[in-house]
Structures are given as C-alpha cells and as structure tokens.
C-alpha cells in the first residue's frame, strides 16, 4: 500500500482474532514510530506495552475499577476524562456515538448493551497487545503533541504490517493498575491508552467507519 492507502485503511479496530503478534512485527512497529517528528526532538512521552500474563492483570484491574465507578467511585486522575464536549464538538462525539451504537445494535435506553460495550474498552477489545501513553508533564502541551504524532505513526505502521489498533482514552481515567506494573516517574502524566492485534475480519464491530469530515479551515479576513 502506498501512503494515502495506508492512512485511509487505518480505522479502529474492536474485535480482534486470538493470536499473538510476533515480537520481531512488534519491534517493527515501535521502530517505525521512533522515527516521527517531535517539539525540539525532545520526545516527551512513555510507552508501557502489557502482553499476555500482564496484560490480563492489567484488564481484571481495569474492569474492576470501572465497576466501581459505575457506583460514583473516580479516584485522581492525570486527566479529567469526563468532560462534557463543547460546542460543534460535542455535535460530533454525539453524531458518531449515535453511528457507532447503531451499528452494534444498541438502543439509547439499553443499558446493559451500552455497559456490554463500554466493559469491552476496559478489555481492551481482547487484543493481544495493550498500550499506555504518558506525556512530561512539564512540558504540556507540547508533549501531548508529541505524543500524539507518535501514537498515529504507530497506529499507521501497524496498519501497514496487517494489523489493526484502536485508541483507549478512557483508560485515562484509571492510572494505578498501570502503576502497579510498571514504574513510571512521577513526572509523566497517563494521557491514552491504544490495542494492538490482528484485526478478526468476521466481526461485525470491524465493519464500523467513522464519518471523517474535511479538516475546517480557518477564512481569510476581508
């Protein structure tokens, strides 16, 4: 694939097949994403990368955390997940929630179909390979940028090497089932997370496409 195709194959993926991915693919990817543009060079940013028993450690803690919360239970948190959208972009986040529920058959009044795959996030959709992002804090926001550049170059390598990722944002929320695993400073704030895997083309989740508008273009003045 060439570029454009590799960008407009890309697309989050929310069901993926059992089956590892190779390390040497892994270490493929990260090298690809080592090599994107940063703010001075400085790449002010962190990967954890949970695989199998660590990985499910990680999803039993998560899970339990949301059930909690489902209960009012929000412990401090690097960033505020919940913020209500403003303006035209909660039009969006409202427009494509809408999309994407319809497409797994889920009724605005089904609760438990909505909390069935809001649970399956904090599975991290069963993918092989889980991923968590912190930025420096002191640097912010130019370390979110970095980040972020970052995390599309992964996200488009891996598309590249037939596999397939969705972002995890909502694992924000929760930072210490992290911290229990691995030892991140202080000094590096928990800012997304990501899935990796092979892609399971029989799911019906997979077939979901998000509605991407032109880029919004600021009007020169008169």
Request: proline share 7%.
């Amino acid at each position: 694939m060439d570029f454009a195709e590799v960008v407009k194959a890309r697309s989050s993926v929310r069901a993926y097949m059992e089956k590892p991915v190779e390390p040497v693919l892994l270490a493929q990817v990260l090298e690809d994403a080592r090599h994107c543009p940063s703010w001075s060079n400085a790449r002010g940013y962190m990967l954890a990368i949970a695989q199998g028993a660590r990985l499910e450690r990680l999803k039993q803690a998560y899970v339990d955390a949301w059930l909690k919360s489902l209960e009012g239970e929000f412990p401090p948190a690097d960033f505020e997940t919940r913020k209500r959208y403003p303006g035209e972009l909660r039009e969006r986040q409202v427009s494509n929630g809408k999309r994407y529920y319809a497409h797994v058959g889920v009724e605005r009044a089904d609760r438990e179909k909505q909390h069935f795959w809001q649970r399956r996030n904090l599975e991290f959709f069963d993918a092989p390979v889980v991923g968590f992002v912190f930025v420096h804090r002191e640097m912010l926001p130019f370390s979110a940028q970095d980040a972020g550049i970052m995390l599309q170059t992964l996200m488009l390598s891996a598309t590249a090497h037939g596999l397939g990722t969705v972002g995890l944002g909502t694992l924000t929320t929760w930072r210490h089932p992290v911290d229990r695993e691995f030892e991140i400073p202080e000094s590096y704030a928990l800012i997304t997370g990501f899935a990796l895997g092979y892609p399971d083309p029989d799911a019906h989740v997979n077939a979901f496409r998000a509605d991407h508008q032109p880029i919004p273009l600021a009007q020169p003045r008169s």
